[in-house]
Nanobody, 127 residues
């Protein structure tokens, strides 16, 4: 059974930084896309950043240049370093995974393509 547990959320002022972590257990497949998604109140879930088992990364347009996704395979942990945070980054952040490797940016950042999800961690950025 795949389990994904996020941590590292919190409250920060605009311009600040946070690092989210996602501990993954029970995932035995050699290929994957794993990533971060977020959902603000009243908005659809949005793809933030994705990394696949070949190390290719994809970022949503609104976070390019500010966020960095990485993974530590020895620790089975996925990270999201978030710098230069803005109030519009406020959302519930989820990590997710799927066995398939998607090659288009649209597919990689589409939440409907992911079968495994964590419970989310809240990020609040104040102005």
């Amino acid at each position: 059974q795949v389990q994904m547990v996020e941590s590292g959320g919190g409250s920060v002022q605009a311009g600040g930084s946070l690092r989210l972590s996602c501990a993954v257990s029970g995932y035995t497949y050699s290929s994957y896309c794993m990533g971060w998604f977020r959902q603000a109140p009243g908005k659809e879930r949005e793809g933030v950043a994705v990394i696949d088992s070949d190390g290719r990364t994809t970022y949503g347009h609104s976070v390019k240049g500010r966020f960095t996704i990485s993974q530590d395979n020895a620790k089975n942990t996925l990270y999201l370093q978030m710098n230069s945070l803005k109030p519009e980054d406020t959302a519930l952040y989820y990590c997710a995974a799927d066995r398939a490797i998607y090659y288009s940016d649209y597919a990689r950042l589409s939440s409907e393509n992911y079968n495994y999800w964590g419970q989310g961690t809240q990020v609040t950025v104040s102005s």
